[in-house]
């Protein structure tokens, strides 16, 4: 074969950081060192009592239209775009069930995990999407899983960790449906109204591992970014953080409430509220000795929906003005995922006015 074929092959896949960190503990290859900026911005913490001031939201009262829960819900996206959720429904076994599966998944031997390997250029699967930038330290599973015709069910896991992912994402839906419902009565629309504007409700979810890292300060486990859809679910460990918010310039660390998920507003959001409701910067580091596992369930519009302020809330913006552009769903997705995960740029490039 000649020199160019070089030219021609695939990108070569990313390393799988779990199996790094099993064949040599005390190895952070070069890739995925973050630079002085980033590392000084690990100084950047707010004080610790900060971390327990995100607001806490109850569901059940949410879900029933309660006026005080609803202020809150207003409050907690526009100050903080982000809120832990409690009294949601979601029994503590479906929980549980889904994390003794990803447990036992991540600790199949890489063939095992390949299996279901994510193939280049695609992002369902096992594995790393292709990004040109410092490395996360952290391996993933994402699937699509509602509208069910998006399911590719060739890169699912097997039974029994399919059967917890059905499960678990069947109590997301209800709650993920309730929750656009809320968004769509504090943003002065009838209950349903939002969940038209999506034309269809996508939903995603990403399992992601974050291994332990021997120089925690010098990686990180996700990049800072925003979330590009609507709404975002988490769940996590109780007992492992590492989740960190911006908030007024300073990460805030989020403390996990036992049995809590936590919530934040995604870009579609900020652009619907015209800018009312925040989608926050986060980010994810790692600690030292505990391997930490979160599950994501996003909630996003059909590709083909127009997205831009709503009516009502560019009435109550300063000025009456919209400050971000009409953008098709598709095409912000088009143009975000060629762009670092540096921030939120996206919003700022893709659809603010005047970029
Ligand atoms: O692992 C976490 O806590 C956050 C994950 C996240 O931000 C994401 O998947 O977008
Ligand atoms: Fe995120």
Redesign the pocket.
Known sequence: MGSNSALYAPCPPLPNVQELVRSDPFQVPERYIRNEKDISNYADLCPPQLSSEVPTINFSLLSKGNKEELNKLDQACKEWGFFQMVNHGVEIEIMKGLKDSAQKFFKLPLEEKNRIAMPPNDIQGYGHSHVDQILDW?D?LVLVVYPQQYRKLEVWPPTPFKEAIETYSTELRRLGEDLVRSMSLVMGMEKDALLRLHQELVQPM?V?Y?PPCFMPDKVL??SP?S?KGTL?I?M?EDDVP??QIKHEGKWVP?KPLPGAF?V?VGDITEIWSNGKYKSIE???ITNESKA?????T?YLPHQNVEIEPLDQMVLQSPGSLPVYKKVKYGDYLKQTQKMKKEGKAHVTEVAKIGS
Do not use: C, M, P, T
């Open positions: 952290s993933k990403s992601a974050y486990g996700l970014h979330d975002g988490l996590q590492g989740l989020i936590v934040n986060h980010r994810v930490r596992i979160s599950y994501s996003f």
